[in-house]
């Protein structure tokens, strides 16, 4: 049973109430000595055999305060919760406006607990959020960053149809696989799947529970070009982290790729741009240079999962690693640009006759570096600065949301034209 830190017996006494009607244990003796209770209708209808005095709560919390005040001022009141006070509920407001010896909470297990527990998913790792009055768009930083485990409370607007809207329109570079879980711990719980651009309504209250899942191969969504982001092994702390779609296919544009010859990808990060080029042609033979222990395995399990022969794995820092490679017909300059300063000699000196150089910048002075060697040496660059937004749903309408800006560019040898 809790207790101030006095010792005494609180004067309120919030008590966690499950969806059938059930308290836990240690809220048996304040309950039940209870003078008077306070409550919602949907919660106080469990107590209707109580001997005690019952007040109906209704409109917003916030205006429940000064009445809970008043009674308290008169002696002892239990205010009777959903789940646990504490968890996304009423508790946050009363230690706002009570003073902590005069509250105890009695908890009952929340609707995440049952959830989890129902599903049977370990949950230390969860992200939960509410989006009670806050919007779909609070799980966006969650999804993105490829949170491996989501929860999101949801509300009569922000229902799990919106929920699998939302997922739907951000076209992640991970897969998630979802539930629904409605009217936990009462008679007429149940526990449905969520499929993605899901539109069906749902019992209330309710509760969407996201895992991560491993992306299963599905050959039949690889076209000759553009592949999904989310066919393709990336980091697990960071899904985010590979080129996406659009930056691919306008970065093969600017490579302007042979029929054969020889590519080298340094800084490939997950291998995306270089599993694009692999199978453009069996005849490009195409180096992946990557140094992160992680990315390389991402390489090989990428090389794997496209069944890529042509597809050469090279761990380690360029230019160090470039001595033992054929001289190549394109370079691509990925991860982020850096050590441009030592690359970019490197690469002039051993790039084949009518050649070009393409590189992928997140800076603007790394690429202001880059363009400034190349002009000091008579070479002819163009850049293009790249900014894509994606539609998603927002409400009734259609908001956009940005992907990270990159700076394109492209450099040929004096004795070659820009196309």
């Known amino acids: 049973m809790a207790t101030t830190t006095s010792g005494r017996s609180p004067q309120l006494a919030v008590i966690g109430v499950a969806a ?4 836990a244990s240690w809220a048996i003796p304040p309950l039940s000595q209870a003078q008077t209770l306070a409550g919602p209708s949907s919660l106080l209808q469990h107590f209707a055999d109580h001997p005690a005095r019952q007040i109906r709560l209704t409109g917003p919390v916030e205006s429940w305060i000064p009445l809970l005040q008043k009674e308290l001022a008169q002696g002892s009141l239990v205010l009777l919760a959903s789940g646990d006070p504490l968890f996304f509920g009423i508790g946050r407001l009363l230690t706002q406006y009570f ?40 799980l966006q930083d969650a999804l993105r960053q490829g949170s491996p485990l989501i929860v999101a409370l949801t509300d009569p607007e922000h229902t799990p149809a919106a929920v699998a809207q939302f997922i739907a329109d951000l076209r992640l570079p991970v897969r998630y696989q979802g539930w629904v879980c409605s009217q936990l711990g009462s008679p007429h719980e149940q526990i449905l799947p969520l499929q993605e651009g899901e539109k069906s309504a749902f019992p209330s209250p309710n509760l969407v529970v996201l895992r991560r899942v491993e992306p299963e191969p599905d050959p039949r969504r690889w076209p000759l070009v553009g592949i999904p982001d989310d066919q393709f092994h990336t980091f697990p702390d960071q899904p985010g982290l590979i080129t996406k779609q659009p930056i691919r296919l306008l970065t093969l544009g600017a490579l302007q790729l042979p029929r054969q010859g020889v590519v080298w990808d340094i800084g490939a990060g997950t291998g995306s741009v270089a599993v694009e080029i692999a199978r453009l042609s069996p005849q490009l033979q195409v180096y992946a240079i990557e140094r992160n222990a992680t990315g390389i395995c991402l390489i090989r399990r990428n090389r794997q999962r496209f069944d890529l022969e042509n597809l050469h794995v090279i761990p380690g820092t360029a230019p160090r690693v470039l001595a033992d490679l054929p001289d190549p017909e394109r370079v691509l300059l990925g991860g982020g640009g850096k050590g441009i300063r030592d690359l970019l000699p490197a690469v002039a000196a051993r790039l084949r006759p009518e050649g070009i150089l393409v590189a992928n910048f997140a800076t603007l002075e790394t690429c202001s570096e880059a363009l400034q060697w190349l002009r000091s040496r008579s070479w002819q660059v163009r850049v293009e600065h790249i900014q894509i937004s994606r539609s998603t749903a927002l409400a009734e309408g259609t908001r956009f949301s940005p992907l990270n800006p990159v700076y394109l560019l492209q450099g040929i040898p004096s004795n070659l034209r820009l196309q």
């Open 99 to 138: 003073p902590a010896e005069q509250l105890a909470f009695y908890p009952q297990v929340s609707s995440v607990q049952l959830a989890l527990n129902r599903l049977q998913i370990p949950w230390q790792e969860a992200t939960i959020l509410s989006l009670h009055g806050r919007g779909v768009e609070r």
């Open 20 to 23: 059938d009607g059930s308290v």
